[in-house]
């Protein structure tokens, strides 16, 4: 094998450093033939990290991670699992399972010492890497061991059976030795390996010194370190040197007069120049560039509809296959681009393609709208040979004599659909827009580009559509995407928006919060018997209680509606208080209701003035009306509020000292306190006479506390009505300040529903006036499944609807 590597290297003009000519190459005949010292120089110097072994990495950390949280989590079956294999194991002969571990044992030990032998005389790093690997593999799967087995777990038992670790630990070490050596990829080597770790694997099984769990955990860790070490210290390089690059574009009849690497892409990307001076680029695919860029397109396919994101290609492989179809397509349409010279596989696995550049200057504003025009008349032939180029930057625009076209078509996508076009539009319509102006660019759309619908092309302007400029890309041409959809569009805010995103982050969160509001649920009922006291509930007076809570949103959404200058919907206010149950859980719940409830009168039109006044004086008669009608009450039983404690709780009342102290420390700013005076306090100067309107319209007033009467009652009546479920009678006078002193602490708790708060409070208040625990503490939850728990899936349900109408 030497011999020939020797004898193919001398035919091809000697052997070349790799690494170190990455300066001009070539001949003066023009031949490409490069003549070198008759010396041996030994390849593959050059370190790289691959970006396939760092993603490799992640998942199997991920598939170990996994694998211990069911363990964790399903603790006595997973025992029961490794119990089972072991128990078949035992039908296999002892001496038969003994002897192959030994001479699994034994041979990988002297596949690692051969290794060894060959890696330090050829790959002297690659011995280096192996050697950490192994090390580091070891030392995790003795810490991993000795923390289980000091935990008396589950873990221990499920994956070890409690017993020595050595052959867990050996196992993983040998494993990282392999994958870190990247001798793997040697076909000389590469049966012999993977035999040897299945045999050490299959073997400690057999053995009952492992389990399935260990096995796969051992494996996978093993994994783990071996392609990270790989990864941190980098793998020899598979890219042939510049010399071999020239004598084999020679063989294949084109002659480059030189080459560089490229600042852009050091290990995949080639820059140089033909014999008459035609600019190319040399683009390569080999071990060192698989899973470049991956994650960046795996997240735009989850971020973006299909459609949008296109096809996902995996394989660098298979993304310079698309740019030289894309390249082909384009330079039969005409378009000014890239043209391709070469497309071929060089010997053992590197694919390479050769573009030719073409010529041409970077787009600029001297341009002007001959440019623009330019430019769109370009895009329209591109998408007429079917290519979407999907990366319409200023960098990537070129223009010639008094035609454009494209520097680069690295993301085009051939056989692209109607949206990915439009879409191109869109970027277009952006990147000149910042150049020539909204007008021009415009104009230019509408003369070269000629859309059928420009209704189409504006539906799709949102910066969204510029996802793979990145997101300071995206805010930064936020305000010209706006400006360019008002010259299509003009001022008519109902035109149609494409959605061109799977999910919306709202949606993340909204989910999220419903997630935090299962556990925290499941996590109140674990500690209380709920089938026993729902088993004893009139269904009848659940029934009320459940009315009664949705009577509570009509009552609120008409207290809002009470203070706003202008008609609201009763049904539309009514989905709104119900989302309001669902928005509460991540917040406190009065900031909660003053949030949606800003949201959705700014929705209505109503001035930000008029908002903040409504809200506020909504909010000021709730707490007025609740502290007379509590006070009112405790006169009225002879009990006074003495018996109900529902002053704020010490914590409250340090932490809002602590945000007193806070803003205070802020106002002593010179720069705070200029913005607070140029910001803040006009807009409080100029809520105070809308504040004055309200409070002067006397029928307004009547009706806003009228409604929070009602609200008040509603909640009063689904609280007696819980406590009629369970078969208790209190007194109805001393059961309204128990709810109302419950109400007042939920209010100022910081927890999401007031959760704790409510429910201590209302169970101590109870048990005051009489109420027998047994049944007092089943009547609050009931109370609270009716009132809290059950909105909030009604509550997000509603949410979701509204947020998609644009009510929210």
Known sequence: M???????????????RAGSDTGPVGNAEGTGAVKHPARRVQ?????????????LAALALGVVVVTLGVIRTLPTGSAEVADDVSSWLVHFPRWLALGTGVVAAIGSFALVVAALLYLVRHEARGALNAAVAAVVAAAGAIAASAVWKSEHGHVSQALLHGRNPSTFVVDTAFIAFVVASDLARRSRWSRWCWLSAAALLLTGLAV?????????????????????????LGAASVRPSTGELVSWLSESKLNVKELRSSVRHPHALLEGSLFDGTPVELRMANRDTRGSGLARRLWALVRLRPLVAGHVVLSSRSQIERLALSSYLAQGAGVLSPGVLLLGEMPPETLVLVLASPPGEPFDDADGLEGALSAFKALRALHDAGVAHRDLRADNIIVADSSAGFSSLDSALPGAGELVR????????????????????????RKAYRPADEAAIAATLQPIALASWGWSAMREAQACVAEVRHELVG????????????????TVLSAGALTVAAFILIGQLSKVDLLGALSHTNLGWFAIAILASALTYFAAAENLAAFVPKHLS????????????????????????VAVNARYLARQNVDGGSITAAVAISQIVNVVTSVLLLVALGLLTGSGISRFKIAPSTDLLIGLGVIAVVVAILLLVPQTRAR???????????????????????????????????LTLSYIIAFVAALESLGAHPALLPAAIVYLAGNAVGSAAPTPGGLGAVEAVLSAGLTAIGVPAHQAIPAVLVFRIATFWLPIPAGWISYLALTRSGTL
């Open 2 to 16: 030497e011999a020939l590597e020797r004898a193919r290297t001398e035919a091809r003009g000697g052997p070349t």
């Open 43 to 55: 390849r593959n110097l050059e370190r790289v990290r691959r970006p396939s072994d760092l993603l």
């Open 208 to 232: 009952d010194s492992l389990t399935p769990f260990a096995l796969a955990v051992a494996l996978f860790a093993a994994l783990f370190f071996g392609w990270a070490v790989r990864w941190l």
């Open 422 to 445: 439009r879409i191109d539009v869109t970027q277009l319509l952006t990147t000149l827009g910042r150049s020539v102006g909204s007008a021009n660019a415009v104009q230019a759309l």
């Open 491 to 506: 001022t008519d805010t109902t035109a149609p928006v494409v959605n061109l995103e799977r999910f919306r982050w709202r």
């Open 570 to 593: 009763p049904l539309r206010g009514f989905l709104v208080q119900l989302s309001t149950a669902f928005v509460g859980l991540a917040m406190p719940p009065t900031v909660g209701h």
């Open 676 to 710: 607070f005076n140029d910001v803040v306090w006009p807009r409080l100067r100029s809520i105070w006479p809308r504040l004055l309107d309200a409070l002067s319209q006397p029928t307004r007033l009547a009706l806003g506390i009228l409604a929070n009467l009602l």
